[in-house]
């Protein structure tokens, strides 16, 4: 969706080469969104450091509304990018709290299935079936074949993990793989909060220092202020997975957080042996049922308070009654909107930038009732 938002920046076009189409990205929302994402992509854009991408270079949706029952109005603002998400949740906190913008418990979601819609409130779906690591393949893990091992035992710290997952049969197993120990993995950090033990090269890159984004000039710092801001509290212990990389079979070490899935890769070159898998794009579509975009549109169905008010006869009381109206089956579907009829419809149908793209018949929106 694009977002007619007072933080906007210009959309940027990313061209497939290969199938010849343009698909549309957005930058980062709103001026919270792009100091978060600043810190620490932009060195990486800049090629002033070699790292993997922790949010993405662009957003892949514009700025979305999404049902939260304790937000102002019942909606917080959220964004998503390849690597994951980021969320306002409560606007009228301070803004230069580290913690204003946060990514969400994705993983954790993927894994179980269970939503999180307020702060003690959840809808329970099916876990996902996207791929974590590896090309789409039989024998690559999905978060639903990580959901059989929440409850297993942490690797002690100082203990090498070789323990190897697979999944090319109806149930995942887990067996002790003495040949692993070549890539000399230890456990290395042990979070009480959860149980679980952080792999060496995961625990490594989480407290790292490099070039990062301050004040507008890159400077050295810590990666990460807090070790667990961008990933969250381990869920799984770490474990190998032999699995095809642009086709060739490899050996990846996989780990789940709360937040998002690190990969260890020992074949990759540096600065790209640890990276985020693309959870953003893979809860975006569990969430949604289709993959993420930027929409040329005001969808009715996702569109901010701050998008609505761009329509005609549409100010912010109005643009709040048509949220908690949600969904809707088409833009003329608004008319069930208390103090909108024909007339104030056939405006926002004239002036054209009214959609509805997100249909969630049946999908996992997770709007208010009707």
Known sequence: MMSVSRWSVVLVLIVAMVTGSVAIAAQPANDAFFRTWERTERPVMDRATTRTWMWGPTGTTGAISEPYLEAPGGYREVQYFDKTRMEINNPLADPDDPWFVTNGLLATELITGRVQIGHLSHVQIDPSRSQIAGDRHPSSPTYFDLSHFLDAEATPVGEELVQQLTVDQETPQLETVPDLAEYAVESAYYVTQTGQSVAAPFWEFMTSSGVVREG????????????????????????????????????????????????????????????????????????????????????????????????????????????????????????????????????????GQACIVYEFNGGNAFHQSR
């Open 216 to 351: 507008g000039v890159n400077t050295q710092g810590r990666l990460f202020d807090d070790p667990f801001f961008a990933t969250g509290f381990p869920i799984t212990d770490a474990y190998w997975v032999h699995v095809p990389v642009g086709g060739e079979w490899t050996d990846v070490l996989l780990q789940c957080f709360e937040r998002r899935c690190l990969t260890y890769t020992p074949s990759n070159p540096e600065g790209w042996k640890v990276e985020a898998g693309n959870i953003g794009r893979h809860y975006h579509e569990f969430r949604y049922g289709r993959p993420p975009e930027v929409l040329d549109c005001i969808d009715l169905n996702l569109a901010t308070a701050f998008d609505l008010v761009q329509l005609p006869s549409v100010g912010p009381s109005r643009a709040q009654t048509i949220m908690e109206h949600r969904p809707f089956d088409s833009v003329e579907d608004l008319e069930r909107v208390p103090g909108i009829g024909p007339a104030t419809v056939d405006g926002i149908l004239e002036h």
